[in-house]
């Protein structure tokens, strides 16, 4: 028999944890993690100077720098596994006053992933910035292990229901702890590989770079994947407390 306080806790923990991995889920698919606002190009010698960045950015190898400039030059948001650019959808767009723009994105495989990054982006024989490569590939591994604990947490506590079983609780509870740390830490990472690349690669004039909703989402799934293990642990421990005291109760 479960007390009414147990049960509603682990609803409400049941609820942040569906609700926290929504949210985490929606930020690793979407590409407003970072965004740059660039000014308006006016002038057909600039005009072409794009095309030729944005063809270089659809078409060309994979290569930081490259995607990197034409990031902060037309408008780019940038996410775990999207990079995007605003495109006019009009060739003579620059003569416009008002010209409409449509979103262009690439994805980043799993091979770019893993591709090591240079003291000097772009440079190859610069050597290897380790700090910014471990980043890297920390921003892209935390959120897939912070989804797989849910995962795994959502099956231990499928079987706990078939039998009946508030013993694995506490399991579960610190599997939602570690996956908010995990969230947590993608956060921080993906901020301060950020920051370092921004400080190899000098944003050009007048180019503004902002936080996007998608790493807003994450940073909000963190807590809330916190609160809920705060409320599978209190639920654990005070349903065995009261287990063990029932039971020395009936022994007496």
Known sequence: MV?????????IACVLSLLATVYLSVAIGTQHWYQYSSPPVRGEANASDLRSLYE??????????TYSDTLFRLNGTVGLWWRCVSV????QWYKEPDPKFVLECRSFTLSHQFIPKYKEPGNHNSGEDLLRTYLWR???????????LIVLAALIGF??????????TLAIGVFHLIAGLCTLATVCCYLAGMDLLHRVSMLPDKVDGSLGWSLYLALISSPLHMMSAALLVWA????SQNYYRMSAYRVA
């Open 3 to 11: 007390d009414n306080r147990f049960a509603t806790a682990l609803v």
């Open 56 to 65: 270089e950015f659809m078409d060309g190898e994979f290569d930081e720098k």
């Open 88 to 91: 006019p959808a009009n060739a």
């Open 138 to 148: 920390c921003q892209f591994l935390l959120p897939l292990v912070s989804l797989g």
């Open 159 to 168: 079987c706990a229901c078939l039998c009946r079983s508030l013993t694995p």
């Open 236 to 239: 654990a421990r005070s349903h």
